[in-house]
């Protein structure tokens, strides 16, 4: 099972939106809207910031959004804030009950 | 509320193996599937497999199918992931996280990490 395929880095300044994209296939992110994006600061453990596509857990704010189209998710940042600057991570399920994990995003606040 | 306390870090020789625990508490340690997810230094997120606490049923990636062996004693509510015939490679963070079918099944809680370095 390759790795989903995310932009290495995106940057932005605050206030600006950003999108970062997650590219698969029909076997996993094409397939299924089981897709789920993560947050990850240095040191730390990921947090789930949207699962199902497009859905915030309780605690997330608005300004993270989801969406898909064909075989590629995207996760959208509105009004970028300094406290965004993080790695992200998609992560899909797949055929065979297995899951997979996008490659990262490094976003920068500029 | 729902916590996954995992093992310390581990120094190991190649071609050792090492055992790494996950003790869930806050929740029903048996209603929830626990994944494995590594992250060598540096790098992003791999995932390794599954075990539902409940039936002990599992799934291996299949980058780790012969080395990984993950299993679990509910009277501890506690999983382990061993893994065995380390290499340089096997460098990395291993977390454990849980799955719940209410956020459609990703992984909604991580513990904080155990550190295995594989050094000669």
């Known amino acids: 099972q390759s790795a989903l395929t995310q932009p290495a880095s995106v940057s932005g300044s605050p206030g600006q939106s950003i999108t970062i994209s997650c590219t698969g296939t029909s076997s996993d992110v094409g397939g299924y809207n089981y897709v789920s994006w993560y947050q990850q600061f240095p040191g730390k453990a990921p947090k789930l910031i949207l699962y199902?596509?497009?859905n915030r857990p309780s605690g997330v704010p608005h300004r993270f959004s989801g969406s898909k189209s064909g075989n590629t998710a995207s996760l959208t940042i509105s009004g970028l804030q300094a406290e965004d600057e993080a790695d992200y991570y998609c992560?899909?399920?797949?055929?065979?009950?297995?899951?997979?994990f996008g490659t990262g995003t490094k976003v920068t606040v500029l | 509320q729902v916590q996954l306390v995992q093992s310390g870090a581990e120094v190991k020789k190649p071609g050792a193996s090492v055992k790494v625990s996950c003790k869930g508490s806050?929740?029903?340690?048996?209603?929830?599937?626990l994944h494995w997810v590594r992250q060598a230094p540096g790098q992003g997120l791999e995932w390794m497999g599954w075990i539902n606490p409940d039936s002990d049923d599992t799934q291996v990636g299949e980058n780790f199918q012969g080395r990984v062996t993950m299993t679990r004693d509910t009277s501890i509510n506690t999983a382990y992931m061993e893994m065995t015939r380390l290499t340089s490679d096997d460098t990395a963070v291993y977390y454990c996280?849980?799955?719940?079918?209410?956020?459609?099944?990703?992984?909604?809680?991580w513990g904080q990490g155990s550190l295995i370095t594989v050094s000669s």
């Open positions: 199902e596509v497009r």
């Open positions: 996280a849980r799955v719940d079918l209410v956020v459609g099944w990703s992984f909604d809680a």
């Open positions: 992560s899909s399920y797949t055929t065979s009950s297995s899951r997979v």
């Open positions: 806050g929740y029903t340690f048996t209603g929830f599937y």
